[in-house]
T-cell receptor, first 113, second 111 residues
Framework: QQQVKQSPQSLIVQKGGIPIINCAYE??????FPWYQQFPGKGPALLIA?????SEKKEGRFTISFNKSAKQFSLHIMDSQPGDSATYFC????????????FGQGTELSVKP | KAGVTQTPRYLIKTRGQQVTLSCSPI?????VSWYQQTPGQGLQFLFE???????NKGNFPGRFSGRQFSNSRSEMNVSTLELGDSALYLC??????????FGQGTRLTVV
């Protein structure tokens, strides 16, 4: 019930394409869903996050879509660039449980020029 | 504002030794969480401290411990190191719920 399942494990797209990464969760008590981007040798960087009262959120080229009934959320990267090549992690947490984040397994994205 | 600072960046230790890792959170943040990152297990939550009290704990053996000081700085200790403890250890700070900002991590290698 604490798991967050992420797919695909890896993804290759051409520059300008729209990679989509999906996550699914079981615990309906989760109320905060962030996405992190991690480059080799660096810590994860917070990209964008959403709460269950919103179905979509956009920040720049990054969009989260959230489907509360299906317990799924996804990250879309518009007009992807080679510089977006990184590992992306979805996560979930429960407000009352403080800073504990449950992470998906990660998606390695490669954007070809 | 300065980001989350972790020291040291790299460590090599021998099996059976103990190690202490340090984390300085973003100024004003009272929550500090620790995570272990490995290729096989991904990012796993170790524990969280808030205002010097452990608020959450993950499923790690008692060899993993931590503490937080009154200035919110945190340390993590691993005793009796095992080869399987080799990992990137990440610290994240936040206001206590929601947003968490990670440091660059400490790469621990146990030989």
């Amino acid at each position: 019930q604490q798991q967050v399942k992420q797919s695909p494990q890896s993804l290759i797209v051409q520059k300008g394409g729209i990679p989509i990464i999906n996550c699914a969760y079981e615990n309906t008590a989760f109320d905060y869903f962030p996405w992190y981007q991690q480059f080799p040798g660096k810590g994860p960087a917070l990209l964008i996050a959403i709460r269950p009262d919103v179905s979509e959120k956009k920040e720049g080229r990054f969009t989260i879509s959230f489907n509360k009934s299906a317990k799924q959320f996804s990250l879309h990267i518009m007009d992807s660039q080679p510089g977006d090549s990184a590992t992306y992690f979805c996560a979930a947490s429960r407000g009352f449980s403080g800073g504990k984040l449950i992470f998906g397994q990660g998606t390695e994205l490669s954007v070809k020029p | 504002k300065a980001g989350v600072t972790q020291t040291p960046r790299y460590l090599i230790k021998t099996r059976g030794q103990q190690v202490t890792l340090s984390c300085s959170p973003i100024s004003g943040h009272r929550s500090v969480s620790w995570y272990q990152q490995t290729p096989g297990q991904g990012l796993q939550f170790l524990f969280e401290y808030f205002s010097e009290t452990q608020r959450n704990k993950g499923n790690f053996p008692g060899r993993f411990s931590g503490r937080q000081f009154s200035n919110s700085r945190s340390e993590m200790n691993v005793s009796t190191l095992e080869l399987g403890d080799s990992a990137l250890y990440l610290c994240a700070s936040g206001q206590g719920a929601g947003e968490a900002f990670f440091g660059q991590g400490t790469r621990l290698t146990v030989v």
